[in-house]
């Protein structure tokens, strides 16, 4: 997994920059307005999640409309699931534990 990838999703604007285009494809305008945030800023995280192939960009006429790309997230899904078991089994261990103490 790359390093880039990682990078990009530590961010907390560009975390919620990711939900807002989890609804679709929206125009960087409807992001800038949503985030509250310049829109030299928002530009400056979108090109980090571009880069790190977590969205793409298109033009349409004045705009440029962004959308989420699901295969560096499927790669991410890939890459947390061994955790996610190891954490499950711990999980369903306390659970037990504590369903026999009741």
Same mark, same amino acid.
């Given at each position: 997994m790359e390093n880039a990838l990682f990078d990009a999703? $530590? %961010?907390?604007?560009r975390r919620r920059l990711m939900a807002l285009?989890? &609804?679709? %494809?929206r125009p960087a305008g409807d992001l800038v307005w949503a985030l509250?945030?310049?829109?030299?800023a928002v530009s400056k995280h979108? &090109? @980090?999640?571009?880069? $790190?192939?977590l969205v793409e960009a298109r @033009?349409?006429?004045?705009?440029?409309?962004?959308?989420?790309?699901? %295969?560096?997230l499927a790669e991410l899904e890939r890459w947390?699931?061994?955790?996610?078991?190891?954490?499950?089994? &711990?999980?369903?261990a306390l659970e037990h534990h504590?369903? &026999?103490?009741?």
């Open positions: 999703l $530590a %961010e907390p604007n285009l989890l &609804k679709g %494809e509250r945030l310049s829109q030299p979108l &090109k @980090v999640l571009r880069e $790190a192939g @033009v349409d006429g004045q705009r440029r409309m962004y959308r989420l790309r699901p %295969e560096p947390l699931d061994p955790y996610r078991r190891f954490w499950g089994g &711990k999980l369903d504590l369903d &026999k103490g009741s």
